[in-house]
């Protein structure tokens, strides 16, 4: 959850104003963060979390709310999430040892989810929306160990409910607040993310609860 907000080419360029600057004239804007959350299934290594924040600043500055913009967030992670499921069911795990996925989805992650898989089997889908670097490895890795879709679909899109408008609305207020000046929002990012992840943790606990009691009924 705490991924980092600026792209690693040169170790301190942000990625929020790149990202701001290039969709911002556009009137497809957010159909582009959408194709980029998709690629992010593809293996495309930026943080799932700026995206959604920088879809939150453009919808402030185009004058559209945060739900809408969340709503269409929403179909660009599951969808890209798919995507790295079906990649595990067709390829298998030998996709895994590519060296692009190697780089990102180490030998020892890959042992830590198998062992997480045998021991919490579904629920891992829900915690792995909360992981960033390793979600779409675990993804991938679940296709490839032929889970149920349709639990992953469930769990994923659950959890998905709570991070993405939480984070798009964080961007949208980021609008509210600094207007244009992305300097000074993004010098307030790091400690205004702080303040939305004591947000979300409550909810993710209260929900991962009622799943929770709803399997034991279920049962």
């Known amino acids: ?6 792209l690693n080419r040169q170790g301190d360029e942000p990625v929020l104003e790149p ?11 957010l159909c582009g963060l959408i194709t980029i959350l998709l690629l992010c299934g593809l293996g495309l290594p930026l943080p799932e979390d ?3 924040i ?3 600043v453009l919808a402030g500055s185009k004058g559209h709310t945060w739900i809408s913009a969340s709503v269409a967030m929403y179909f660009g992670v599951i ?7 079906r990649i595990g069911r067709r390829y298998g795990v030998r996709v895994l040892g590519t060296p692009w996925a190697v780089r990102f989805f180490t030998a020892e992650k890959r042992r830590l989810v198998e062992k997480l898989f045998a021991r919490f089997g579904a629920w891992v889908f829900f915690a792995a929306r909360f992981m960033p670097g390793m979600r779409a490895g675990i993804f991938c890795m679940a296709g490839a160990m032929r889970a149920s879709f349709s639990k992953f679909l469930f769990f994923d899109g659950v959890a998905a409910l709570v991070s993405v408008p939480l984070w798009v609305w964080f961007g949208h207020l980021l609008w509210t607040k ?6 000074r929002m993004s010098g307030e990012i790091d ?4 303040l939305s992840l004591w947000l979300m943790l409550p909810l993710v606990a209260m929900i991962a609860f009622a799943l929770w009691r709803l399997a034991r009924r279920l049962r």
């Not at 959850?1 to 600026?6: F, G, N």
């Not at 969808?79 to 499921?85: C, L, W």
């Not at 400690?191 to 702080?194: C, E, I, L, W």
């Open 1 to 6: 959850m705490h991924s980092d907000l600026r």
């Open 19 to 29: 990202l701001f600057d290039y969709f911002q004239a556009s009137p497809l804007a």
């Open 178 to 183: 600094f207007g244009d000046n992305l300097s």
């Open 50 to 52: 700026v995206v959604l």
């Open 191 to 194: 400690s205004a993310r702080a």
């Open 79 to 85: 969808g890209g999430d798919i995507i790295a499921f």
């Open 54 to 56: 920088t879809a939150g």
